[in-house]
């Protein structure tokens, strides 16, 4: 570290925090290994997730209409790889905009990742749906429309892994279309309304931690 720049200690300042997260869920899953199985926080323990199953598929597949969570989806079927950040808005989108269980979404993240590793899987999951070991609070919940902001202001991400966008500019993947409008030909309009879920899911969590 001594002989490292202040950029070249960042970011091995960076990879060590990481390397501690992969630690956190060995050490999670060594102590805890009902998490496999049920949430961690004791207060969801049981919770229903009410969710369309069908609606499963269409996350696996890229077919949400939630241009940042299709691309996250191709690219892992495609690829067998996903970016931290990618992994995030995908889990919380599959818990908490289409109130899914986080065991489907682990299920599947297992069968295709290439770095599938049953902890930080297992950790990653139930951090995004809020049922884990210092999880994201339940109330914190990504908008997927203002993490496309975030993190790909200019769609090249998108249209990447999203043929169906490629001619569609990129301010149009910042906001939900209007009611039953497609961004592009061929392209699903959005499948849940994300203030509305937001709603949904604030009440699950309410209800869940007082029974
Ligand atoms: C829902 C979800 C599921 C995940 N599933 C897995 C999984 O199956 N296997 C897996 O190794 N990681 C998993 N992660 C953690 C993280 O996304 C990956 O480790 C990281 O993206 C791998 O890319 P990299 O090798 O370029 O990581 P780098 O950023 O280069 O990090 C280096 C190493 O640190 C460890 N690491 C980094 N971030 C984390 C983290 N948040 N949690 C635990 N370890 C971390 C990994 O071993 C990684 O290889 C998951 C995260 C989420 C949110």
Partial sequence: M???????????????SELVWREFYMQ????????????????????????KTANFQRWCDGQTGFPIVDAAMRELRETGFMHNRTR?????????????????????????LADGEIASNNGGWQWSAGTGADAAPYFRIQNPWSQTKRFDP???YIKTWVPELRNVDASKFMDPPAPGMRLAPGYPSPIVDHSVARDITLDLFKSAAVQ
Avoid: C
């Fill in 2 to 16: 001594e002989t490292l720049d202040a950029a070249g200690r960042d970011s091995a300042a960076t990879y060590v």
């Fill in 28 to 51: 999670v899953l060594w102590n805890f290994p009902a998490v496999l199985e049920e949430e961690f926080n004791v207060k969801y323990r049981g919770m229903v997730w009410p969710g």
């Fill in 88 to 112: 995030m808005i995908a889990a919380m989108f599959l818990t908490k905009d289409l109130h899914l269980d986080w065991r489907m979404g682990e299920m599947w993240f297992m069968q295709t």
């Fill in 154 to 156: 200019d769609g090249t």
